[in-house]
């Protein structure tokens, strides 16, 4: 009896073990939320290219990002000459228009469109703009491409960046007309991860 009872005390120990063992090896094989190699905030600084690392959908995304400008417009559109019917954005309700210009190259295997990067197709990201230490928080973001057609400029909401291929994206927000960029902390999207554009 004594035998028994050990033996089926012992098969019960190695059966745990078995299972723990089972347990360790699967979860080491399941699929992360990202890569190592992906960061979940990237620093970026004005003139200065960088490749990009994201999770969109769950799948990887990559580009190499230049932060061209900043600047506060009155009114946005397509530098001359340009197309008449282009898109133009002009608000004369005392607000202006933060403007990031930037240049990316699109190095990674899946084609690249607007919700990639204005936090809209993202639960994990959202846009975080503060100027001027104020208290407000901007959080919404425009995508805008610049696309040279012939001679002339057109800006489009219509982003499209093919792998391979480098386009001009504009990213506008709308804000206070007394609003300054003495001081800004600057969040954008880039699929699920942030950009913190430094100045």
Do not use: H
Request: hydrophobic share 35%; charged share 20%; proline share 2%.
């Amino acid at each position: 009896m004594k035998i028994i009872k050990y033996l089926g005390t012992s098969i019960i120990v190695l059966t745990l073990l078995l299972l723990g063992v089972y347990i360790v090896i699967s979860s080491s094989n399941s699929t992360s939320y990202a890569s190592d190699d992906v960061e979940k905030y990237s620093q970026l600084a004005l003139n200065t290219n960088k490749t990009i690392k994201g999770i969109y959908n769950d799948e990887e995304i990559a580009a190499n990002v230049t932060i061209n400008s900043i600047s506060i417009e009155d009114k946005i559109e397509a530098p001359l000459p340009q197309y008449t019917n282009v898109v133009k954005y002009e608000n004369n309700l005392g607000k202006k228009y933060l403007k990031i210009d930037l240049t990316m190259n699109n190095i990674g295997s899946i084609e690249l469109n607007s919700l990639e990067l204005d936090g809209d197709g993202s639960t994990l990201c959202k846009p975080n703009i503060i100027l001027n230490n104020e208290e407000k928080n901007y959080n919404s973001t425009t995508v805008l491409q610049l696309k040279k057609e012939g001679v002339l400029n057109r800006l489009t909401t219509i982003v499209s960046i093919k792998p391979n291929q480098t386009e001009n994206i504009w990213l506008i927000t709308e804000i206070d007309k007394q609003t300054t960029l003495d001081n800004y902390d600057i969040n954008i999207c880039f699929g699920d991860n942030l950009i913190k554009i430094k100045k």
